[in-house]
T-cell receptor, first 113, second 115 residues
Framework: NAGVTQTPKFRILKIGQSMTLQCTQDMNHNYMYWYRQDPGMGLKLIYYSVGAGITDKGEVPNGYNVSRSTTEDFPLRLELAAPSQTSVYFC????????????FGEGSRLTVL | AQSVTQLGSHVSVSEGALVLLRCNYSSSVPPYLFWYVQYPNQGLQLLLKYTTGATLVKGINGFEAEFKKSETSFHLTKPSAHMSDAAEYFCAVSDSGTSYGKLTFGQGTILTVHP
């Protein structure tokens, strides 16, 4: 049972480049989330999904897009990378009957130069 | 809108001493409250949660927290610190309505344990 798996773990981008952070979970969770973590700021919600085909914005969605074509996968797309997107990104999932009990991946550290 | 304030970005204790990490929240509806722990270079793990019922909740690794509605607080305690408790701790809140488990996190408290 792998839980929540994120790839890549590290990536350096140039300003203006695009990339996709991959996230997959094998726990059959309906709910999935993308958070970013910046030092001293806690975690901020970027996007979330309550099931395949359903996504919605969180607190800081600008510059990002998501899709949810299957229950397992929830990729996060960065378009036109900017230095402000330098951060650690965490994907998480939860059961719909245990909201707030999140299972986190190990994170993806992104640097935009 | 909900918010969470963790008092003290860094807390240092000696091994065997009491651990007290403070968390205050604001919420316009009855809250669900959580404490998560993050070890270096890892994702967050759930320590404990409060949803309804008993206001003193026990979690993993000997931690517990008490929901005090009148003080809008959910402080995390452990009677005796262990070296392995060194980590960053996050308090989080969601509302008890249809929030789909979206959490608002505090800024985190780094716990250092000295021998």
């Amino acid at each position: 049972n792998a839980g929540v798996t994120q790839t890549p773990k590290f990536r350096i981008l140039k300003i203006g480049q695009s990339m996709t952070l991959q996230c997959t979970q094998d726990m059959n969770h309906n709910y999935m989330y993308w958070y970013r973590q910046d030092p001293g700021m806690g975690l901020k919600l970027i996007y979330y999904s309550v099931g395949a085909g359903i996504t919605d914005k969180g607190e800081v969605p600008n510059g990002y897009n998501v899709s949810r074509s299957t229950t397992e996968d929830f990729p996060l797309r960065l378009e036109l990378a900017a230095p402000s997107q330098t951060s650690v990104y965490f994907c998480a999932s939860s059961y719909s009957n245990s909201p707030g009990e999140l299972f986190f991946g190990e994170g993806s550290r992104l640097t935009v130069l | 809108a909900q918010s969470v304030t963790q008092l003290g970005s860094h807390v240092s204790v000696s091994e065997g001493a009491l651990v007290l990490l403070r968390c205050n929240y604001s919420s316009s509806v009855p809250p669900y409250l959580f404490w998560y722990v993050q070890y270096p270079n890892q994702g967050l793990q759930l320590l404990l949660k409060y949803t309804t019922g008993a206001t003193l909740v026990k979690g993993i690794n000997g931690f517990e927290a008490e929901f005090k509605k009148s003080e809008t607080s959910f402080h995390l305690t452990k009677p005796s610190a262990h070296m392995s408790d060194a980590a960053e701790y996050f308090c989080a809140v969601s509302d008890s309505g249809t929030s789909y488990g979206k959490l608002t996190f505090g800024q985190g408290t780094i716990l250092t344990v000295h021998p």
